[in-house]
């Protein structure tokens, strides 16, 4: 049986509890409709800390107007049995009225400029002032030592790891692994919106960030890359927001794509809607 605790006082005596036994404290922040990519993140909060604790909080001002807040799948039991079979010693379920005590239009914002705002910064504004605003307020209540957070959402955690160093939180963030299907399409709880047949065309996905490394690895130029890529999508059926080939820190590219050439680590990342469906996907290499 996992601690389920739905108010904050009640989570502060469990925290206080655990720190005063000088146990070391993972968190795994989620919005529910778990799957196996995040319960890999609790055995990787599992593994640097003695109790992890997990949320399940579906942040209304991550979302923007036409997204998918009201239709977002909710599973709470599911979430429960998965949590616990995973290893996770607590679950925080907060309330919207326990995480935002002014009401959703008068709470404190967290904006974070450079990093949030390209890419999904641009096709979804305001999105990671949301994130930013929930996840500080997650980390000040729950007050982890190590916070795991999954790559599929790359830009989600390079703006973190931004907001952990500006805002000086004391906790380390662990980075987990993208976890897949057998044909390659990364888990996320907004695959169960794909029909069956948009489901077949979503693997087009990981096939195009594959070859989009390939191509980069063979000398193709990022913009000729990109291109390549978004063509290949949208013959597929997707209507795509980016392909892009970018730095790990997620910086615009200089004009020159010469300068871009030079050896380092590369991210190229995918952002296409399939129907009604947002997806987004990455790939990380080294280009030498
Ligand atoms: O990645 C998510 O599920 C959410 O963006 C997060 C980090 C739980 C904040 O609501």
Redesign the pocket.
């Known amino acids: 049986m996992i601690d389920t605790i739905t108010d904050l006082p009640a989570l502060r005596r469990h925290i206080l509890e655990w720190r005063r036994a000088g146990l070391r404290i993972g968190f795994v ?3 529910g409709n778990l799957h196996e990519g995040h319960y890999s993140l609790v055995e990787l909060a599992r593994a640097h800390s003695d109790r992890v604790i997990s949320s399940v ?1 579906v ?1 209304p001002t ?1 979302f923007g107007p036409s997204e998918d807040f009201t239709r977002y799948p909710r599973t709470p039991e599911a979430d429960m049995t998965g949590l616990a079979a995973a290893g996770c010693d607590a679950l925080w379920l907060p309330t919207v009225e326990g995480m935002y005590p002014f009401g959703v239009e008068l709470a404190s914002n967290i904006r974070l400029p450079g990093v949030a705002d390209v890419l999904e910064g641009v096709h979804r504004p305001g999105h990671f002032d949301g ?1 930013c605003t ?2 500080a307020r997650l980390f000040n209540q729950v007050q982890p030592d190590v916070a795991a ?1 999954g790559k599929k ?1 790359f830009q ?1 955690l390079a703006v973190i790891q931004q907001m952990v160093i500006d805002l000086a939180y004391p906790l380390e963030l662990l980075r987990g692994e993208i976890v897949r299907e057998a044909d390659g399409l990364a888990m996320s709880s907004r695959n169960q919106y794909l029909s069956a047949q948009e489901r077949a065309t979503a693997t087009v996905i990981h096939r195009t960030l594959r070859g989009m490394r390939d191509a980069t690895l063979a000398g193709t130029s990022r913009l000729v890359v990109e291109a390549q890529a978004g063509l290949a999508l949208a013959e597929a059926g997707f209507d795509v927001d980016y392909a892009a080939v970018r730095t790990p820190d997620l910086a615009e590219p200089s004009a020159s794509s010469e300068a871009y050439a030079a050896p380092g680590p590369r991210v190229a990342l995918i952002a296409a809607r399939l129907g009604r469906t947002r997806l987004i996907d990455n790939i990380e290499f080294d280009l030498r």
């Open positions: 922040p989620t919005m909080f942040n991550q994130v929930v996840v957070f959402d989600q």
